[in-house]
């Protein structure tokens, strides 16, 4: 039988290809043998794993001692004592012709760099050189990977090899991200001047992360004055812009008022909220008008950001621009907003009525949280409010105001007194009619603050603190005012009426911080001493950063913050100078508290006699003024080797802090009304988490260094403790 | 002719099976290769620098830690104490009580001493009425928040979270759950990282906490379950989140952020409107949204996974509790897929509509129905007569052994990344799972995963089912 072509194709299209069984086979073995290495790489990677860090453990434990031993020789020792560190020396030396301990000699110092501080920390990076383990970090720069490469940089850098600043500099744009990243960070941290060079050269983005820890770095820099940073707002790089806004706010550095409200205008979202947020720390009122444009096209953090600006720098004039936000923004929480900053900028702009009669009936809160509900199903209430019968005109401003009592909306709205000349910006001055509304405000006022001077002197107890229960959001914000605003508008018959009329008690209180954004923001109220009207132009000394932040420092163990936290959450006496009896009294308690309080304190009294000597040295490194009653204490200790060291150091502190005639006279103990208000201890404690300046941050310091003692694998702390037990 | 065409036919389905198995092999091996690139680079790049330092910079962003709570009296406690000693400074933990009827509310408010704040919520937003607002009167407890509110389900209490917070990102975690005490400066540094692209999402590795030992919110001890069905899991969830997410992550096309850990951009979870509290697959959704706005935006964004261990959880012990989980997961993808069907082979969407979208629909949701289906195909053949018996050995051997080969890959890198389990005893336990796993566990999902799409199909509602919280064990 003929087949045809046509028919072939078709049936021989119809026949399946043969599945080649024998492939499968073959490939169960491959998976087999496959999962077979696997498996062997397990168990070899396990003991890998175990023995390594078993042989770096034992190299440890070796090390350690010997290191220890190098930073706290003395070189006035004994013979026998010199004699030994020689042979240790020696020692050491041919231990470090193996590699793997090479190795192990570098971690254990990167440890222990962030163990001990000041001299022994001096001594540590001096040892890293002297036995040129930076050579080998060196090497790894010239490594083609880059994980060795920033392994090399991070090395030097923290070990402050200052010589390979021009070496590492070259990584700075890099095209590999990690070497570049940390390439910056070692610009910035092993000069003064790299953050200026890290700025001018970086072309590449420079990411939120790599802000932070550059800022850092920064931070944690002592005796640092930083550049002007408004040079770079000109920069065509969007992060170095970013960045730069960044550090102005952060410095305080209000000499760019003109760049920053030009950057208002900027394509990036990120820029125009961060010159917006230096505007409103530096309370630039001639932005007022670009902030304004700029809402239409914001979002909605921008919006608020906003919102807060305009309440801080502006004025009645605003008003109308607010209530149509408050008619008519499709956004719930912008009108929210809207209402309150009207109620900043006016007070009884907008009035809480409904709210009223609603807490004269029910306090349950829920009834604030629930009434505009009335058109989502879900949000229906048995006992909804008849908001909606309610006229327009009453119900557009009676939403909800009463989540805070009117006493603290009032102070807000006072809070335009400049509290150091007395006086009111003019376009509130101008308003004759308020002036029965100052009197109430004054009397609502001395309530308000008799009530929180209480609060205060009730003590520290964490359980009446208000602000872990207040609402953190859409409350009146208590404005500093704006002196520039304030001496540009105010005439000096106006200023003279007013301060007449002005108690000069509100006035202090409304230039504090508004303790409960603080909270929100950062959890410590900020110490901002205002400028004055005089001190408009560029503050040429070093700022004190604004905020600090408790339980947190960067190397601190949280507890030994904690106290410090506390203190710092009494009233700031920055005005204690001026007869103000309230804040004159909070000050005292507060220095006080802080005289008797020192660090080493509670610490000493677990310690044994060889730890107590140590702590003892610490003092003498790093101790401070409110030491000295608790070192006089110590010289009636009954161990008299202790008592002596106290008498020591009290020497010597007492030497190094400018109390020649101190010596071992209680009589001469500096007291609070002696010092001057830099020296006063209120300032160092509050400053000390932030502050560049070591001196004011002796906490940090002997938190470091006591941890020092703290840490068990340290082998000199664990042999003296044991010694002594011994 | 009729029995040669019935061969040729069998035959094509013979073939077609073939080449299903030989594109998983060749999707499973290429995950393999991304994620073991991935997990390098990572540690490479985690191991430089310390990321406490930035603890309490003060340019570090606040973080609200969402934390539903239904029924949790048991833990409740013991939990938001975990939570609120994470080592960072700008956070907010905000348990969020979706009208518990057991004691969580009582508990929490006596054991922090809560009171009620007012405060305002936008009624326009949608989800169930809020009863109270709590805050501690300690300034300890000053991190925490507590809402109370009537029951709208976990998607409705997130979003209720999500609207209330201020900060600028919100985590959505389980209660339960126990995160590691740097887990917020591992997420803030993930979401601060890029520099050209923002960061719309963070996930992360959810381990498996039952029979670790846990004491004042600390994870004490780490030891292996003592369940063989938490066992079997626990080596499930390694495959998972140390070979397939982590994979996903290397190519940017992650479309799931675990409903346990995940950390969204506030703004952007607000635009897409919070999850959607329609579906049971509210984590899987919601990135699918996001992705989507993202995409339409044309906005540079990724979403990004962190490999470190930092959130620990509790999984079933339970069969039935395991089979109603997985249940509504895949009920959860099918109702995701459906919603977003138009991203199917969509250019438009880039490597999300042109891979992720295709993998989740044929692996995630497919794969399972067909094995289910060539369980009873097989039976059939069997039965007629017609089943190619060789073939049919040769093909499922080669699935297993490729299938316990991968498992014992995925342990090679949780020893490699981890070595979390130290004790030899602890390997060859998941060795043996992994062997038995198979013929023991996988039916079960397989079964989960049925039943899930039936009655998805069906419309049979079930909603979320229950589980049961045991406790962590104590230290």
């Known amino acids: 039988m003929n087949i045809r072509p046509l028919t072939y194709r078709l049936f021989s299209w119809l026949q399946t290809p043969r599945i080649q069984t024998e492939l499968l086979w073959e490939l169960v073995l491959l998976f087999a043998g496959l999962g077979g290495v696997y498996l062997l790489l397990i168990f070899w990677m396990r003991n890998r794993i175990s023995a390594r860090r078993e042989a770096i453990r034992l190299h440890k434990r070796d090390l350690a001692p010997m290191i220890s031993n190098f930073l706290f020789y003395q070189h006035e020792s004994e013979a026998e004592d010199r004699d030994t560190y020689i042979r240790m020396k020696i020692e050491i030396r041919e231990m470090l012709k193996v590699p793997l301990n090479r190795e192990v000699m570098t971690e254990v110092l990167m440890d222990l760099r962030m163990d001990v501080s000041g001299d022994a920390r001096e001594r540590l990076f001096q040892l890293f050189q002297d036995l040129e383990l930076h050579q080998d970090s060196f090497r790894k720069l010239d490594s083609w990977r880059w994980e060795r490469v920033s392994k090399g940089i991070l090395e030097l850098t923290e070990m402050q090899v200052e010589t390979a600043y021009p070496f590492i500099r070259k990584f700075i744009n890099d095209r590999r991200s990690v070497i570049r990243k940390q390439a910056q960070l070692a610009t910035v941290m092993l000069r003064e001047e790299g953050i200026a060079y890290c700025l001018d050269t970086a072309h590449f983005g420079i990411s939120e992360w790599q802000q932070l820890k550059l800022l850092e770095i920064l931070r944690l820099r002592e005796d640092y004055s930083p550049p002007r940073f408004r040079v770079w707002l000109t920069s065509e790089n969007r992060d170095v812009v970013l960045f730069a806004l960044r550090l102005i706010r952060y410095y305080r550095q209000n000499d760019a008022e003109t760049a920053l409200i030009t950057l208002l205008g900027h394509r990036n979202r990120k820029i125009k909220g961060a010159a917006l947020e230096c505007i409103r720390e530096f309370r630039f009122v001639s932005a007022l008008e670009p902030i304004k444009e700029l809402f239409s096209g914001a979002n909605e953090e921008l919006k608020l950001l906003i919102l807060d600006t305009i309440g801080l720098i502006g004025s009645e004039r605003e008003l109308g621009f607010l209530e149509q936000l408050a008619l008519h923004d499709a956004n719930f929480i912008i009108r929210s907003k809207a209402r309150a900053v009207m109620n900043l900028l006016k007070p009884d702009s907008v009035l809480p009525q409904v709210a009223h009669q609603e807490s004269g009936e029910n306090n349950e809160p829920a009834h604030a949280i629930r009434q505009e509900a009335p058109s989502h199903p879900d949000l229906e209430l048995p006992f909804e409010e008849p908001v909606a019968q309610e006229p327009v005109a009453t119900e557009r401003f009676v939403l909800w105001e009463p989540a805070f009592p009117e006493d603290e909306i009032y102070p807000a709205a006072d809070s335009v007194f400049d509290p150091v000349k007395g006086t009111a910006p003019a376009h509130r001055m101008a308003d004759q009619g308020h002036e029965p509304e100052w009197e109430e405000d004054e009397a609502i006022f001395d309530i308000c603050f008799l009530e929180e001077l209480e609060d205060i002197l009730s003590g520290l107890d964490p359980a009446d603190e208000p602000e872990g229960i207040l609402p953190l959001d859409f409350l009146p914000i208590i404005i500093d005012p704006s002196p520039g605003e304030a001496a540009a508008a105010a005439s000096p018959e106006e200023l003279e009426v007013v301060a007449e009329q002005v108690a000069p008690e509100p006035a202090r209180r409304v230039s504090g911080p508004d303790r409960r954004q603080d909270l929100k923001e950062d959890f410590l109220p900020w110490i901002v001493s205002e400028p004055s009207g005089s001190d408009l132009g560029f503050d040429k000394t070093p700022p004190a950063p604004p905020a600090a932040y408790p339980g947190s420092p960067p190397d601190g163990p949280a507890h030994f913050w904690e106290p410090i936290f506390e203190l710092d959450e009494l009233p700031q006496p920055a005005d204690a100078s001026d007869g103000e009896p309230c804040f004159a009294e909070a000050s005292r308690i507060r220095e006080e508290a802080l005289q008797h309080f020192s660090i080493f304190r509670e610490l000493f009294r677990h310690y044994d006699v060889e730890s107590k000597l140590i702590l003892l040295e610490q003092i003498e490194a790093v101790g401070e003024k409110k030491e000295w009653a608790f070192l006089h204490e110590v010289l009636e200790d009954p161990e008299p080797e202790i008592a002596r060291k106290a008498s020591q150091v009290i020497e010597e502190l007492g030497r190094r802090l400018g109390l020649e005639n101190a010596g071992l006279d209680h009589s001469k103990e500096p007291t609070p009304g002696e010092q001057s208000e830099g020296e006063n201890p209120v300032f160092q404690l509050h400053f000390a988490p932030e502050s560049n300046q070591d001196q004011t941050r002796p906490e940090k310091k002997a938190s470091r260094a006591i941890r020092t003692i703290r840490r068990p694998w340290l082998p000199w702390a664990r042999n003296r403790k044991k010694q002594t037990h011994g | ?475």
């Open chain 2, 1 to 475: 002719m009729g029995n040669g065409l019935l061969d040729i036919l069998l035959e094509y389905i013979n073939i077609v099976f073939l080449t299903f198995t030989a594109i998983m092999f060749a999707l499973f091996a290429l995950m393999a290769y991304l994620s073991s690139r991935n997990s390098i680079h990572y540690r490479n790049k985690s191991g430089v620098g310390d990321i406490s330092r930035i603890m309490a910079s003060p340019l570090a962003p606040g973080i609200t830690i969402i934390a539903p709570a239904y029924n949790e009296g048991p833990t409740i406690v013991e939990n938001v104490r975990s939570l609120l000693s994470l080592r960072y400074v700008n956070y907010e933990v905000m348990v969020v009580n979706d009208g518990s009827r057991d004691d969580t509310l009582q508990k929490l408010i006596e054991s922090y001493d809560l009171e009620k704040i007012e405060h305002q919520a936008d009624p326009h937003w949608p989800c169930k009425p809020i009863r109270s607002i709590y805050k501690s009167r300690q300034r300890s407890f000053s991190k925490l928040t507590v809402i109370d509110k009537e029951n709208g389900g976990k998607s409705d209490a997130l979003n209720t979270g999500i609207r209330l917070s201020e900060n600028k990102y919100v985590g959505c975690i389980d209660v339960d759950c126990l995160l590691m005490p740097d887990a917020l400066l591992h997420v803030v540094r993930t979401f601060y990282q890029r520099s050209s692209k923002r960061v719309i999402a963070v996930g992360g590795v959810i381990r498996v906490a039952n029979s670790c030992e846990i004491d004042g919110g600390t994870l004490e001890k780490i030891c292996l379950p003592k369940s063989w069905l938490a066992r079997f899991q626990l080596l499930e969830y390694t495959r998972s989140f140390l070979l397939g997410r982590m994979a996903w992550g290397r190519i940017d096309s992650l479309l799931i952020i675990s409903g346990a850990f995940g950390f969204f951009d506030r703004e952007i979870a607000l635009r897409v409107g919070g999850y959607d509290t329609q579906t049971v697959g509210e984590d899987l959704e919601i990135v699918f949204r996001m992705r989507r706005y993202m995409h339409e935006q044309k906005i540079p964004y990724t979403v990004e996974y962190i490999p470190d261990p930092l959130c620990w959880t509790e999984v079933p012990e339970d069969l039935e509790v395991l089979v109603n989980q997985r249940d509504r997961w895949s009920r959860g993808n099918l109702e995701t897929l459906y919603r977003h069907r138009d991203m199917f082979f969509n250019p438009k969407f880039g490597r999300l509509g042109m891979l992720s979208y295709p993998y989740w629909l044929f692996y995630e949701w497919l794969a399972p129905i067909l094995e289910f289906l060539g369980f009873f195909s097989i039976l059939l053949f069997w039965y007629l007569g017609i089943l190619n018996g060789e073939f049919f050995v040769a093909i499922t051997v080669v699935v297993y052994s490729f299938a316990l080969m991968f498992s014992i890959y995925a342990l090679l890198w949780d020893v490699w990344s981890y070595n979390q389990y130290t004790r030899t005893r602890d390997i060859l336990i998941l060795l043996f799972c992994a062997l038995i796993e198979p013929f023991t566990f996988h039916p079960l999902v397989v079964w989960s995963a049925v039943r899930g799409n039936f009655k998805k199909l069906f419309n049979i509602d079930t909603g979320w089912g229950t589980q049961v919280r045991k406790g962590f064990a104590k230290a």
